[in-house]
């Protein structure tokens, strides 16, 4: 009887310790705040709950950046961390902030997109919380987050979603997928209201063309790539064309009417924004990967994967020539330089809507890496040091 | 790449040992569950892959915590109607209505499918009605384990079964397909199967004399009969089909209940149910016996849960699926009938994601119709919820139909049923072509 009671004292002493440990960790990820220096062209900071006062004070609201010229012209929305797990659009916002300039029009930059995703590590599949970027100045920390919205912030799942306002059935966690539920429900859950007050931001803004960066496993079809909405369909071809030509192989497809809740055709479908998805090559997310570790997020290099790009069975190059690589400098250049490459063809084909602005491109971003481009918020001008 | 394939066969084997072992010694293979993960967190650890090891095991533990809620409130669900008699007097009508054996069986395997149908998980079908269908089926003379066969088999059918099919919806959310033509895709390879199944459990039973069958029936109380009797039995059952539809059909005018919140309502409207005066105290009694009933399970799921995240934080995982999608064509289809119901054994719905959705794209490469390929591979899995380690719905199916034999025995036989409804999915992923009509 006494042993048996030691026993029992015994393993909620364990459970105790452990749940203490691990607590602590997931505190630390859930409040962790990334930070930016912003460029000197930045002229303020907004937040969603702005468009959407529901949101305030909740893990779903997020800093909109908005660049503007003051020069009339067309303007452009930017988005990462639509799915935080893929981190490489939001490391490519952070770098497009810290140093951009505009000549002409606006350009909003919409970091985190699913702030609340942010916030926790993709269940089941033993994520990292945080990668690391090296500068001259030292290591600057990020967080890595899941697909789909905390449910600490939106729980439960049903057992389907089915979006609105297509009544389209689909897996039931995609009700916490923010690409699924476009173009959103004010009186929805908490992702809903999210895609919701984005449809009307770039509504209320009157933004020309909205883009949406992703990162997509090398064994999914449409990786590398450019998914647009059918009025984004000429200047996305284009810019696929000339990409191709002249920097990087990108492919392009049109946003297919029978998937619903996507940025690629809701955005387009209810806006008057040319909508545009970007996709770049992450294994860290391909199923048949080996240890999830930081490395592999930040190189791309993998074992397994590289017996899959041996026989061919993936979409993105990955064999002896990338060194079976596919690092983060050339996943955030290509977003840069991909939504560079959109934007001039925007200006190409309808002036009236010309922006004109710059940041670093994928041939700077190969040659000199992310840090070089990331500034020392302690030395910074305390004005343009954000920290969310 | 800072690992070698040799290391992550080592941490696979030691994982295996683990389990094995410890399924000897320790005697619960929820214990070994989470010890062959604990070994890999370890390996992964030592290894520098991971810095964060108590994290990984107790986010592991939360992976699965939904499934978890929804298997506790489900058996209370149930545990308080069928403590009403209600289970009872739908067996008595049923008994004393239908004469004819074949046409109860029938309706016993449509019923099993309907719950399982409607929220994709065969374990909701069992809790619903794996003990009622289990008597009703026994008393058709089928044998013990032919009972049990017919209700797990009707399970699998039941997760498989369209509307809601979560393997194809997570391999169609992965695959970015849209989650369309797939009901009758799904639907014949299940009707053939189950009539094979009613067939194969049914074929020599002779039915016991109607009064011998209600001799041996528990009384219940008098207020379970006629129209307010009707009311009491049905209202339950109803609830919990009126929310299912309600969702469906008014999704936007509900709101978000989940499966665990819409089992409690129904437990709610059982206990306004019950003629009998049932004190709090018996009805605590239910509650704790049906924790005490379902907590191996519940153990079972969370251990599973730190499996998943040990083997993809060990690289386990990728070994497994790497083994599987590098294979030639000719061995997927020679293999596919034991990986994917034993993927599905460890990794439960994991399995579609790791598994089915590289192949869904390999599949796609060869320019076979990807529709037809996904419904194979989701008819597939489900046969997996019998195999170890986790074989949930078969534990389930076991618990409630009170089976006595071994866990074996019980494979033996489902096993000729799980091989007609796997070659009728194999067939369909070998010649796509042929069932192109049918999407």
């Known amino acids: ?27 630390e990820h859930r409040h962790f705040k990334e930070t930016v220096v912003v460029s000197e062209d930045f002229t303020e900071m907004r937040w969603l709950s702005d468009y959407c006062p529901q949101l305030k004070d909740t893990f779903a609201d997020t800093p909109i950046f908005v660049f503007d010229s003051g020069v009339e012209g067309g303007s452009v929305l930017y988005c990462g961390g639509t799915h935080p797990y893929e981190p490489a659009p939001a490391l490519s916002a952070f770098v497009l902030m810290e140093n951009i300039k505009v000549e002409k029009g606006v350009v909003y930059v919409i970091p985190q997109c699913n702030y609340s995703a942010t916030t926790m590590g993709v269940q089941g599949n033993a994520y990292p919380s945080y990668y690391t970027v090296k500068t001259e100045w030292g290591e600057k920390q990020y967080k890595i987050g899941e697909r789909n919205t905390n449910p600490l912030d939106q729980w439960p799942d049903n057992f389907t979603y089915i979006h609105y306002p297509s009544k389209q059935a689909q897996a039931y966690n995609d009700l ?11 009186d929805g859950t908490l992702t809903e209201r999210v895609a919701w007050a984005i449809t009307e931001f770039i509504d209320k803004e009157e933004i020309d063309l909205s883009i949406d960066c992703h990162e997509a496993s090398i064994m999914y079809p449409v990786v590398s790539t450019y998914i647009a909405h059918d009025r984004a369909m000429d200047i996305a071809m284009m810019a696929a064309m000339d990409l191709t030509a002249t920097s990087f192989d990108m492919k392009i497809e049109q946003s297919p009417k029978s998937l619903r809740g996507f940025t690629h055709r809701e955005w387009g479908d209810y806006t008057d924004t040319l909508g545009v998805l970007m996709e770049t090559a992450e294994p860290f997310i391909d199923r048949i990967v080996g240890p999830m570790t930081v490395d592999l997020m930040m190189t791309g290099q993998d074992r397994f994967l590289s017996y899959a790009g041996d026989k061919g069975l993936t979409y993105a190059k990955y064999d002896k020539e990338n060194n079976y690589s596919w690092p983060m400098n050339v996943r955030v250049g290509r977003h840069l330089s991909g939504a560079s490459k959109v934007i001039y063809y925007m200006n190409q084909f309808f002036p009236e809507k010309e922006v004109i602005a710059s940041w670093p491109s994928y041939e700077e971003l190969v040659e000199h890496d992310c840090g070089a481009f990331l500034h020392n918020p302690e030395t910074s001008n305390p004005d343009r040091v954000f920290s969310f | 790449m800072d690992y070698t394939v040799l290391e992550v066969v080592i941490i696979f084997v030691a994982m295996a040992a683990t389990f094995v072992l410890g399924s000897k010694y320790l005697k619960s293979t929820e214990i070994s569950m989470a010890l062959a993960g604990v070994v890999a967190i370890i390996f992964s650890t030592l290894h520098g892959w991971t810095t964060t090891p108590v994290k990984l095991l107790v986010e592991g533990l939360f992976t699965n915590m939904d499934l978890a809620m929804t298997f506790i409130c489900a058996t209370i669900f149930i545990n308080i109607y069928s403590s009403s008699g209600a289970m009872t ?31 994709g998980a065969g374990s909701v079908s069992v809790f619903v009605l794996g003990t009622l269908v289990y008597s009703i089926v026994r008393f058709m003379g089928v044998s013990e384990k032919k009972a049990t066969a017919f209700v797990f088999m009707f399970a699998i059918f039941s997760a498989a079964c369209p509307p809601i099919n979560l393997w194809t919806m997570l391999m169609t959310a992965q695959a970015n397909m849209p989650y369309v033509g797939f009901e009758l895709l799904l639907l014949l390879p299940i009707i053939i ?21 209600l001799a041996t029936l528990p009384e219940v109380n008098a207020k379970m009969y006629g129209f307010g009797g009707l009311v009491r039995v049905l209202l339950p059952l109803l609830t919990l089909v009126v929310l299912f539809v309600l969702t469906l059909v008014i999704p936007f005018s509900m709101p978000v209940l989940g499966l ?7 437990t709610v409207v059982a206990i306004l149910c019950n003629p009998n005066k049932t004190s709090v105290k018996e009805y605590a009694k239910v509650i704790s016996d049906t924790m005490e009933q379902v907590f191996p399970l519940v153990a079972t799921v969370l251990s599973v849960g730190i499996m998943q995240n040990a083997m993809a934080a060990s690289g386990v995982k990728g070994l497994i699926g790497t083994a599987f999608v590098l294979l030639p064509f000719v061995w997927i289809y020679a293999l596919i009938l034991i990986v994917g119901p034993f993927a599905q054994g460890s990794m439960s719905y994991g399995s579609a994601v790791v598994i089915g959705t590289p192949l869904i794209f390999m599949f796609n490469t060869a320019g076979m119709n990807v529709t037809v390929v996904c419904a194979a591979l989701s008819l597939i899995f489900p046969i997996g919820d019998c195999l170890p380690p986790s074989r949930i719905v078969g534990r389930l199916v076991l618990e409630a139909t009170d089976y006595k034999d071994t866990y074996t025995s019980f494979l033996k036989q489902i096993f000729v049923p799980c091989l007609v409804f796997g070659l009728l999915a194999l067939i369909m992923l070998i010649k796509p072509a042929w069932f192109t009509f049918l999407a």
């Open chain 1, 1 to 27: 009887m006494k042993k048996e009671l030691v026993l029992k004292l015994l393993i909620v002493f364990v459970t105790f310790a452990l749940a203490t440990v691990a607590g602590v960790a997931f505190h």
């Open chain 1, 176 to 186: 916490r997928n923010l690409n699924r539920c476009y173009p959103g429900r004010l």
């Open chain 2, 89 to 119: 007097t739908i067996t008595r009508n049923i008994v004393e209505r239908i004469n004819n054996k074949w046409l109860i069986l029938i309706c016993m395997g449509i019923l099993m499918l309907i719950p399982g149908a409607i929220t």
């Open chain 2, 193 to 213: 199967a189950g009539a094979f199944t009613i067939l194969y459990c049914g074929w020599g039973s002779k039915r016991a004399p109607k009064e011998e069958i």
């Open chain 2, 260 to 266: 665990p919140l819409m089992f409690i309502i129904c």
